[in-house]
């Protein structure tokens, strides 16, 4: 029986879309539609950023295709949409790949799927968005692929700056460092720096962008309650590795946590030491900030 294919994309372009005007967007339309190239593109930051906004948006803006069969939010949704690609500059847009796994998983499932996404982008010519916390938990492998590599900051309630660096591989020791983006379109030098969305997607893309969400978010949550009550019924189960058991970890030490640069408890610490979720990071975090503020107030009583 011969499979189904997914569909990536509307079978029918939108009638009033255009070519995108900002330097950007049009250095990566031309290298996808008129140099035949893909074109991979890491946008990160903290949650509330807006960096799953703007993917939405640069996806709506450079593909006139664009809807939410685009968007994946797992490694096996994502590679099989990539290889039904069927038009170069077919944007994907793979949203916080790493935000319900542990980082073990995590790394597991991108070492499979590297070699897969490497070799058919080759021959696929797509344009692909990763939005993720921070650059370096993508496999290597990938990274060396990473065409350009964008940080998101929210600016105000709806605005949102992003900063962005094109990527530089070193083929003699495959170290990667971030240069300015400077290239010349039209005939014209242009720099390729800070960019500035000061309007969301559209409302009909935005409004099935969170209904799909919402649906992806209550199935790992019902996911999770399984693997713990697995884990809990499992003979030698240790208990040790319980969150209470994190946060009381923590209070012991609370500065070797902190943020270098913001000075506040830091999630990605606390992810990596003790191989949790993000939504487990987040809740250990938030604990162990009340436990301060309360430590900190009962001080000042006295």
Request: net charge positive; with cysteine.
């Amino acid at each position: 029986m011969e499979e189904k294919r997914v569909r990536v994309g509307s079978p029918r372009p939108r009638p009033d879309w255009t070519i995108p005007k900002h330097p950007l967007l049009k250095y990566i339309y031309y290298r996808t539609h008129v140099y035949n190239r893909s074109w991979i593109h890491a946008i990160t930051g903290t949650p509330g950023s807006g960096k799953s906004y703007c993917c939405l948006y640069l996806g709506w803006l450079l593909d006139s295709h664009f809807d939410m069969s685009n968007v994946f939010f797992s490694p096996a949704e994502f590679l099989e949409g990539l290889n039904n690609v069927k038009r170069s500059g077919t944007v994907l847009f793979y949203d916080e790949p790493e935000v319900t796994l542990s980082n073990k998983k995590w790394q597991s499932i991108q070492n499979m799927a590297t070699t897969d996404v490497v070799n058919i982008c080759r021959f696929k010519k797509p344009i692909i968005l990763f939005a993720l916390p921070d650059v370096s938990r993508m496999d290597k492998s990938i990274r060396l692929g990473v065409d350009a590599v964008s940080w998101a900051h929210r600016r105000g309630n709806r605005a949102v700056k992003l900063e962005t660096k094109k990527v530089i591989k070193s083929k003699a020791d495959d170290k990667i460092t971030y240069t300015s983006f400077q290239t010349t379109i039209d005939r014209k030098k242009v720099k390729l720096g800070n960019t500035v969305f000061r309007n969301l997607p559209p409302k009909p893309l935005m409004d099935a962008y969170e209904k799909q969400m919402i649906i992806v978010k209550e199935d790992i949550l019902r996911k999770r309650s399984r693997e713990l009550m697995m884990m809990e019924r499992e003979e030698g189960y240790d208990a040790v590795d319980s969150l209470p058991d994190i946060v009381e970890k923590i209070m012991k030490t609370p500065e070797e946590y902190r943020s270098a640069h913001r000075k506040s408890i830091s999630k990605q610490l606390i992810r990596m030491e003790y191989n949790i979720s993000h939504a487990d990071a987040d809740a250990v975090k938030q604990l162990v900030e009340k436990k301060l503020r309360m430590a900190q107030e009962n001080t000042t009583h006295e």
